[in-house]
């Protein structure tokens, strides 16, 4: 190649990663350099793709204070939740094909919500549970958006635990003690079905036959806490019996 051709290239090139926000021998992205490695890239990526502004909730982010986990947790717990690598996000398979998918708790921390007047001081940020299915395509995800245990509003540190439960057979879910009380269904944003205002609503209990994972949402401190089993129609039951 000439020497005209290649210094016209060269501007090209420099011109797109210019647009692109990268330079040569420049510096890492502010959001990329800001990630902790301990969160995969194209996870933070398929975040930001259906909801800009958010980020997945890091490990500082979530309380740590084990003289205050020790009220409300086993030794083991507290030992099995600090060999986590991450609380913010679980792997796992969320539906009924063989790509592994991931759930993560995700915030905005530009959205806030102060408490009323007259209550304690406290600041609330947006926040959404986001289950991202993997696609055929390597990297590649379908997200799907649903409140978090708390609404779409959480405090920080926030007092609660993400967990994955291994489903493999028949399931109720539902009270086996009173089969007649409805359970709770979850719509996730963009869902293309009939569904009541809200994004929820009460569906019969059912039995299932699954072979995939369910989502635990659990609270720390309190009883609170659901697990999450997306059906085939894309609806995302309250299973809190599910084993």
């Known amino acids: 190649m000439n020497e005209p051709k290649k210094v016209f290239l060269a501007s090209v090139l420099a011109v797109l990663l210019a647009q692109t926000g990268l330079a040569w021998g420049g510096p890492v992205p502010e959001a990329a350099s800001k990630l902790p490695s301990y969160i995969p890239p194209e996870y933070q990526a398929a975040i930001s793709k259906v909801l800009p502004g958010y980020e997945i909730l890091r490990n500082e982010d979530f309380l740590q204070d084990e003289s205050q986990l020790k009220n409300f947790l086993s030794p083991d717990e507290i030992a099995a939740r600090k060999k986590r690598q991450a609380l913010g996000f679980i792997v796992g398979r969320f539906n009924d094909d063989k790509i592994p998918d991931f759930a993560a708790w995700v915030v905005n921390r530009s959205i806030k919500q102060e408490s009323p007047a007259g209550m304690p001081k406290s600041e609330k940020f947006a926040a959404r549970l ?18 978090t245990l708390n609404g779409d509003f959480i405090g920080l540190p926030y007092w609660a635990d993400l967990g994955v439960t291994k489903l493999d057979g028949e399931i109720l879910c539902g009270n086996d003690e009173h089969p007649d009380e409805p359970i709770t269904a979850f719509y996730p944003e963009g869902w293309k079905g009939k569904r009541p205002g809200g994004g929820r609503g009460e569906v019969p209990a059912r039995k299932l036959h699954l072979n995939y994972d369910a989502i635990g949402e659990y609270a720390i401190g309190s009883n609170d806490g659901r697990t999450l089993v997306r059906g085939t129609d894309g609806i995302y039951l309250d299973c809190a019996n599910a084993d």
Do not use: A, H, K, Q
């Open 130 to 147: 986001v289950v991202c299915l993997g696609t055929n395509t390597p990297r590649d995800y379908r997200c799907e958006i649903l409140p």
